[in-house]
């Protein structure tokens, strides 16, 4: 009998972003033939973008692997059975652990944008070996944010674009990057509103740009200058909002007499800024009864990261945008992606700062290719590709020969799973069930267990599967513990919740073992095959206690019930529901009190006048964006150069009167060097670029096999390019935005 097609669509979510649309897809076989947004789902209502419409390149791309890989003496792999391979990996693991100490055992990874429920799973196998670092891509990214975040309100804060009536943009273009649910359809309703603003401060004339209402068009690596002159109007010109101050804030003084003493029109000067343009939109956002703000790599990933995260905050601070609809807000979480500690933790060769727990990318190949007796000897490698994502890509690769043991979790045969000793073939994010833990909204949270659209393909596990296999080799566990927690749940939740806290009062590694134990003993009683959602059933427990009154708002009476939901909502659900009041409910400071003054980063602020702003010389005039957001970029889990409709190659943008002196036209080759590396480009002339700013395209210079075996590459690795030493003196982060390179013609 033929199915009708409206029986046929699977709803799912996109996974390239952190906004993870709802998606509905219609397969014919293993073929996703047709992809629409999904007009049930809770957080985006049918939205999508076009990437989102791309997906069976991913599903269906190349590079799949279908059994396990072994790394022999002369460099090439050999397929093994998964017995041969959980066996030799835990010999090996257990051999580091014994010679050298558990914590010389490195983890990297855990997820993307769309797959962190196999992460989930991660802890339990460090935590059985002694491991105790860790570290994924928001170490190159959001962690210097963080760390401002858990100084000053505590945790991650989150604009309602929505209801803002001045929206700002620093570094970030939603039209392409998105991180706004509903991105392009929220820019397009603030710039027909009127009473409503956008600020754009980029250095490029981005499409969110061309919407905005203010652009502030900064010289390449000058945002510190630009929100300092920012501030130093609202103060100056008493913009500021003293009872919110007042009521909320510690140390609004110390702040306040620094940014009195801000030199607006040289801030202005240093950006390339009109002095009266800079004013104006410190004036507006001074005015607005609402203010929310977005941040993101255009500024993360280029000078003074650290500093202008704080800066950005005070913007909204010290005009009371906090806690209120339409401003700045904190937001309950699934699981929280880093830790928000303002006590400092350092890596054990290099003693660099971990914000949030986690080990700077920059760091990584130094805390290795040492004879430092306490240096990283082995790294598991989940659903990443640092080989290729992190800065000076041949150092990464130095380190990871000089490895005793690298091991890699992942979909397809990526760079860095060229380097391992062991590939572990993992389902692919539709194959298996799945989520991610970006949960970043208010009043209103949502989440998404999203079933699996295929069944594995053959020869892959999910990765709950591969952690718990090589946790059974350890033998870590004692069986008896097993056997009497898969008791307690065959009796039912609560017999099996009372045997799991007795449990856990009698012995302390219960709970560092828990995701391991609950998909062990509660996994296979849940329904459909979902044993890989039963980490959640712990996480509903959590936020059951920590949001009681947010969670029966949702609709939820109990832990139990909303692990329900969790199970069965295939468009995702609604698992807080806040009221705008509760914002102050998650700051954790004494009485509630947001304290304004960071000493390390005032200081930095008051040595501005003496901190360089160029970074170009003689030899490296231009400035490089390394890994520009485009129409048809992506992260690189697309391992199929088919699924680009326009700028195949990745072009290298660049002004046309630089285009001009060069002697380069639209489709010229061109050579970028760099101190680290040099490659090769196609010239696209862009007047939306500044003169002595170039770009080129994230997601691009994979090395994928061809129909012959071979590997071909499109595009340029980005991270031949960069520098690890180029990074912020607080959290380590790159400046992949912010490369000094050179660019010269090449023969046609």
Known sequence: MTTRPEESWHKSACILCENNCGIQIQRDGRRFVKIRGDKDHVATGGYTCNKALRLDHYQNGGDRLTTPLRREADGSHTAIDW???????????????DTHGGKTIFFYGGGGQGNHLGGAYSGSLMRALGAGYRSNPLA???????????????GHTTGDFEHAEVSIFLGKNPWQSHGVPRARTVLKEIAKDPARSMIVIDPVRTETADLADIHLRVRPGTDAWCLSGILGTIVQEDLVDHAFLEA??????????????VDVARCA???GLDEELLRAAARRIGAAGSVSTY?????????NSTLVSYLNKLSWLLTGNFGKPGAMQPHSWIAPLATYDTRTRHTPVTAARMPGGLVPCNVIADEILTDHPSRFRAMIIESANPAHSLADSASFRAALAALDLVVVIDVALTETGRHADYVLPASSQFEKWEATFFTFEFPRNTFHLRAPVLDPLPGTLPEPEIYARLIRRLGVVPRTRLGLLRGAARLGRTPFKLAFAALAAADKRTLALAPYLLYETLGPTLPDGARSAAVLWALAQRIARQHPKAIRRAGHTSADTLFDAMLTARSGMTFTQDE???????????????????PELLDLLAGLDQTTAVHTSDEFPFILAAGQRRAFTANT?????????????????????DAQRLGLDNGAPAQITTLRGTARATIEIDDRLQPGNAALPNGFGLDLTT????????????????????????AGTPWHKHVPARIEPLPS
Not at 83 to 97: G, K, M, P, Q, S
């Open 707 to 730: 129909d012959t075996g071979t590997t071909t590459r499109t595009g340029v690795a980005l991270n031949d390019l960069t520098d690890r030493q180029w990074r912020d003196p607080i």
């Open 637 to 657: 889990i697309f391992r199929d150069a088919g699924w680009r409709l326009r700028d195949r190659g990745g072009a290298l943008r660049i002004n046309p009167d």
């Open 140 to 154: 190159q990214e959001k962690t210097g944010e963080g760390w401002v975040d858990a100084h000053l309100t505590g």
């Open 580 to 598: 705008p009041a509760d914002a102050w409910r998650y700051v954790p400071h004494p009485e509630r009190r947001i304290p304004l003054p960071i």
């Open 269 to 271: 000067e240093v950006c």
């Open 83 to 97: 017995d041969t391979a959980i066996a030799e990996i835990a010999e090996r693991l257990a051999t580091v652990r």
């Open 295 to 303: 941040e993101d790599l255009g500024v993360q990933q280029s000078p």
């Open 248 to 261: 909320h804030t510690t140390g609004a003084d110390t702040v306040l007499r620094q940014l009195a003493d």
